[in-house]
């Protein structure tokens, strides 16, 4: 497992370039203020999108009808596991809530 650093301190939309299990993606991750919710868009190497506009969920899969074109896992993990507050805001993506990669080993167990 491997956390996918975020930086909604720095803007509510911010891009990078990351290293998943061996292959460069570029994640774009955009805060909408309308549904105050956090979305992903997820790129391959030559900037084609895989994902877009998919919005962050705990304990979602975000990727997994995707494995032609991505392999692995991404899913939003919340740190203090409570269901019963489970609201992903503007505030709390990468301190509680942690975009994090899974490989595709790793992803079989919550698959």
């Not at 650093?5 to 460069?24: A, C, D, H, R, T």
Request: hydrophobic share 35%; net charge negative.
């Amino acid at each position: 497992m491997v956390e996918v650093k975020v930086y909604p301190e720095v803007s509510p939309e911010f891009s990078q370039k990351v290293n998943l299990g061996g292959i460069y993606y570029g994640i774009r991750i955009r805060w909408n203020t309308r549904s105050e919710s956090w979305y992903l868009h997820l790129f391959d190497a030559d900037g084609n999108p895989i994902i877009t506009g998919k919005r962050l969920v705990p304990n979602y899969p975000l990727t997994e009808i995707h494995t032609d074109r991505f392999q692995g896992e991404l899913i939003v993990l919340d740190t203090r596991n409570d269901l019963t507050d489970c609201c992903i805001t503007y505030e709390n993506l990468g301190t509680r809530f942690l975009l994090v990669y899974l490989t595709e080993e790793e992803a079989d167990g919550i698959r």
